[in-house]
């Protein structure tokens, strides 16, 4: 046992680590989103499935704003629409995921009040006329008369915006007094709000529509009791059932009977038996998703006001008006839709409530969430290092499956919801702590890396690799790389004009500098070539952004070189012009060689093009210059589009681009220049050749480059001799 000691201890705190993080004393980010995702596959798993023909969404979509005008619409035309539904459809209740809080002017009757106060304010002829059609132009108080008398919810919001008051909220739910005796104020608290005008508040019912955002952005739940100023208010789900039940109150749950246990449930009162949703300790309800979008059945309102509606579909039903015209679609993020329209959210808990489906998460989950992790950790604590790998592995796996079916048959057959990433999470690491036990030995395997991969990558990169040696090995494979070449520009005339030793420094100080920049940035070092370099990137170790870091280097080994101008100069040696071409692509790397000299290194086509690429920098008289798929990862660079080529050996052409740099470093007068060449280079693309070259020619008055020159000189060489209608701009270079 006491070989076992330090595992003990270890796994030991791993449990306590896992009891904090459930008792709320420390918190672990990875847990939560790992059990919000797990909350959310369960739900997906348990949904039935099917249209609830029960409630139906009255939809202001796009078809309705096409043909009835833009919203809002005119009150009238709102109050229109509630008399279809409840005198000619005979609907059940109506309720509006929507807030009207401004006043409707569209009528013209404001205008018309001001002309009675201002210009015709004695004229007793337009008061008199004025006076009979108040009545018919006052759309906001004949949407208040429909609204009296009939089973409408009007929906409003809270916020936290302390500015942010407009219209009138209705008699709360509940007061202070009334929940006095809890031993924390679990209410979600809110200092705003957008409720709907006072008229329609003192005729018609009204209740929020807050849903309650998760960490994640995800809407799980719903508050059904929110505070404001000492008051509780109801959530819409909640008053439309209890208008529907016919009741006039809302009373919260206790264990026991006793309020310092907290809320557990709410009863909503109606004729017959009181109906009870379960909440959590935030007097929220878990929203019963029954499906996807369209869960529901819609209508489209446009058909409600010219009742076009067949009555057996809306008659009896429950409904409510929301929208999904662009512009206006409520959408919200949810677990089965990561755009799912807020009004379904609604109707959901309506359903839930109706039909008892709405999951429970008590208080005393958390009694059984550390039960749980005693429990199960503690046998894995004890058992695993006693066992061989494979028992291990069973007892590991038997323990995961007996955890996930006691959750999901208290799931199915209590609706309840207890938490499940801990528990898993905890057994899933304890088993890997008790696997990888004695099998990493940190310095011989970063000695085996070193010694396989140390001449090619730089020492940080070795340190990165020895974290997982697994993932890592000179065997050959197909992955995609950005492959990098350098090459020194009339390197035979600078090696004839010195001697020897001169040129062993010199080339010792250059190849020097430049290994340091490439390594810097993450790069392989494969081989030189003379004064050449070859490198690449992506290899051995993983990079995502392979093409970024080798344009972040070229641009950054440019620059090393002209830093070698002075010293050189002071040595009597040349200035050094360097070409550098880069490609990306899918290669082939790996160990290759002979029995005599193998070596890490990378081949194929892509290659050989970044050879070519690197070859093609002085007829087009840049330093650097990449190919398509190089240019295509880096969005948020400027390139200077030079040709399309088609070189030696590949009969596909192919774009060859200058980097300039980043977007927010390049120059305007840059970018001006490079607007200027791209007008240039489609008119020649496009044979109109006196066009092209006035452009090119201020472009050569403007800057001077051997680019324009020799655009300059395609353009005489095709008045001679014209390339032909079908000509596709591509320039066939025949040599390497």
């Known amino acids: 046992m006491k070989k076992f000691l330090v595992r003990y201890v270890l796994g030991g705190l791993l449990v306590l680590v ?12 990875f847990v939560s989103i790992v059990d919000a995702y797990l909350y959310d596959v369960r739900v997906r798993l348990s949904m039935p499935g099917k249209v609830d023909e029960r409630i139906v969404i009255v939809d202001i979509d796009e078809r309705s704003l096409a043909e009835e005008g833009r919203w809002p619409w005119n009150r009238s035309k709102v109050a229109q629409m509630v008399r279809q539904l409840t005198d000619h459809y005979k609907v059940s209740i109506v309720g509006f995921d929507v807030v009207f809080a401004e006043p409707d002017s569209t009528s013209g009757l404001p205008v018309l009040e001001d002309l009675a106060n201002k210009q015709l304010k004695g004229n007793r002829d337009y008061l008199a006329m004025l006076d009979g059609l108040r009545g018919e132009l006052d759309y906001d108080q004949r949407f208040a008369k429909t609204l009296k008398e009939r089973p409408v919810v009007l929906g409003y919001y809270f916020n936290n915006d302390t500015g942010s008051r407009y219209g009138q909220l209705p008699k709360p739910m509940l007061t202070r007094g009334e929940v006095s005796g809890l031993p924390y104020s679990p209410f979600e608290s809110f200092l705003g709000y957008g409720a709907n005008l006072p008229q329609f508040a003192a005729s018609a019912l009204q209740a929020h529509f807050n849903p309650i955002v998760d960490f994640d952005g995800v809407v799980r739940r719903v508050p059904l009791l929110v505070e404001y100023d000492g008051g509780y208010y109801e959530a819409l789900s909640v008053a439309m059932v209890r208008l529907l039940q016919g009741g006039e109150s809302v009373l919260p749950g206790y264990p026991d009977g006793k309020p310092a246990n907290g809320i557990e449930w709410l009863e909503i009162l109606g004729h017959g038996e009181p109906r009870r949703v379960p909440v959590d300790d935030r ?5 019963p998703y029954i499906g996807g979008e369209k869960s529901f059945v819609y209508v489209s309102a446009v058909d409600v006001l010219r009742g076009t509606v067949p009555p057996e579909k809306l008659t009896g ?5 929301g929208t999904t015209a662009p512009g206006l679609k409520d959408l919200r993020a949810t677990p089965v839709g990561a755009a799912y329209p807020g009004v379904e959210i609604h109707a959901n808990m309506i359903a839930g409530m109706l039909d008892g489906t709405i999951k429970q998460k008590p208080a005393y989950v958390l009694g059984i969430d550390l039960l749980m992790l005693l429990f199960f950790g503690g046998l894995m604590v004890l058992l695993l290092p006693l066992l061989s790998p494979l028992r291990a592995t069973l007892v590991a796996i038997a323990v995961l499956a007996t955890i996930l079916l006691i959750n999901f048959a208290l799931w199915s057959s209590a609706s309840l919801v207890l938490p499940l990433a801990s528990v898993l999470l905890l057994t899933i690491l304890l ?9 990493f030995v940190e310095s011989r395997i970063k000695g085996q890396l070193t ?3 140390g001449q090619y990558v730089p020492p940080e990169l070795v340190d990165e690799m020895a974290k997982d040696p697994e993932n890592y090995s000179m065997e050959g494979r197909n992955q995609e790389l950005t492959i990098l070449f350098s090459d020194v520009r009339g390197f035979t005339t600078i090696s004839e004009g010195l001697d020897p030793k001169e040129l062993t420094q010199l080339m010792n100080e250059y190849l020097g500098g430049q290994t340091e920049v490439i390594r810097r940035h993450r790069g392989t070092l494969d081989k030189y070539i003379g004064d050449a370099i070859m490198a690449f990137w992506g290899a051995p170790v993983g990079d995502p952004d392979h093409a970024r870091h080798a344009v972040q280097a070229a641009l950054e080994l440019q620059r090393a070189v002209r830093l070698l101008d002075e010293p050189f100069k002071a040595r009597g040696w040349p200035e ?3 070409g550098i071409g880069i490609n990306t692509g899918v290669v082939t790397v790996g160990d290759m060689g002979s029995p005599v000299r193998q070596a890490y290194t990378v081949m194929g086509d892509a290659v050989n093009l970044a050879s070519r690429i690197e070859s093609l920098t002085k007829v087009y008289g840049v330093g650097l210059m990449v190919g398509e798929l190089t240019r295509a990862a880096l969005k948020d660079f400027v390139f200077r589009e030079l040709d399309r080529v088609r070189v030696k050996g590949k009969d596909e052409p192919v774009a060859i681009f200058e980097p300039l740099g980043p977007e927010t470093e390049v120059s305007q007068a840059d970018l001006d220049e490079l607007q200027l060449w791209k007008q240039a280079l489609r008119l020649f693309r496009a044979q ?7 452009q090119l020619i201020n472009l050569q008055q403007r800057q001077p480059r051997q680019l324009y020159k020799l655009y300059l000189e395609r353009i005489a060489y095709y008045r001679e001799h ?3 209608e079908n000509w596709d701009g591509v320039t066939t270079f025949e040599t390497k």
């Open 576 to 578: 050094l012009h360097v």
């Open 431 to 439: 088993y890997a702590l008790n696997m990888s036990w004695g099998y």
């Open 688 to 694: 109109e050749w006196d066009n092209a070259e006035v």
């Open 18 to 29: 896992f009891l904090a993080h459930a008792l709320g004393r420390l918190d672990i980010p």
């Open 317 to 321: 039903r429950i409904i409510l008006v």
């Open 451 to 453: 010694g396989l991969f």
């Open 722 to 724: 014209p390339p032909g």
């Open 283 to 287: 007097v929220a309800a878990l929203v």
